[in-house]
């Protein structure tokens, strides 16, 4: 594999070094985990606990049931209440924080990060405050779970394996299987030294895409019919009600790539799902082709991401916020050209 840049194998080893004289470990990734967050905590889990590192997954949300075969001992995640959480995370020796470096993206637990005791690894674009005083934030990633492979690198021959799973689906998962731009050459060699070791392509697939519960096909199917969009400016929105959320008994991990289901759409230069919460706002993603910044436009929202993919939260209902966002995003449009 190309080696990392030197600013990167800097960072990775101080953290990497501070992590391994440790006692106590917690990871922590954003609020409604994807398979980079979880890819990654259970890679770093596995390679501290092979070294013999008590370490805990402490999340601001659930761990998605889909996910949980990642991590190497099920009970390394915490599922208690948000006041133990707290306090797991004020015992412990260090706090790591994965795929998101933002106060506002690890939501209840904010308040319990000191930033002393707290490590970042990341690859969004930064955001207006950090978590912690140690912290890498690079978007030359296509993953969280690409820098997690370099820093396990810098300090192992071989990858442990249940590392390697880890690191492998998050490298899936951001890159929308090996598609979008974020892919690499050095994702691909990466990749090709974990099939080397054993991963085996197929089974991730099946365990991330393949099989999906009945109430996935029937989102899809409410989801199409309410399909929505502009040909003038080239946005294509999905919007799912309240009403079905609740019919469908949903959560969140049941909206991944739903989105890119609008963006398929001929045209389409920029797609947006909105999906009512149960607190009367609406979550929004937003997708890119590449000619408009969807940070920008979540920004705007209070959100954030990446150029070509982003989200935020709005404190509106769908019908509001469909008219704010799509606002903002023929905004975004204009000004690029
Ligand atoms: P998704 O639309 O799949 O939830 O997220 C796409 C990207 O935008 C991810 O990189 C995610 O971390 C980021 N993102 C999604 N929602 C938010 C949000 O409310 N705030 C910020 N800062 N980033 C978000
Ligand atoms: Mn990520």
Redesign the pocket.
Known sequence: VDPASEQRRRVLRAIGERLLQARRVVLVT?V?A?GDGIGSQAAVAAWLEGRGIETNVVNPTRVPDSLRFLLHRPDLVFDGSPEDAAALIRSADLVLVLD?S?P??VGALATALDAGRTLVIDH?PP?PEVVGDLALQDTSAAAAGELVYDLIALFEDEIPSPSALGIYVALVSDTGSFRFSNTTPRVHQIAAELLAGGIDPELVFQRLFAILPRRRLELLREALSALDHDPDHGITWIVVPREVVSRLELTSEDFEGL?DHARSLEGTRVAILFRETADGGTKV?LRSSGEADVNRV?RRFG????PR?????LPAAAGVAVEQVVAGVRAELARGR
């Open positions: 954003h409604n994807d998101t933002e506002k993206r969004h955001g989105v993603s979540a959100g954030g991401g990446h993919a982003a989200g935020a939260d």
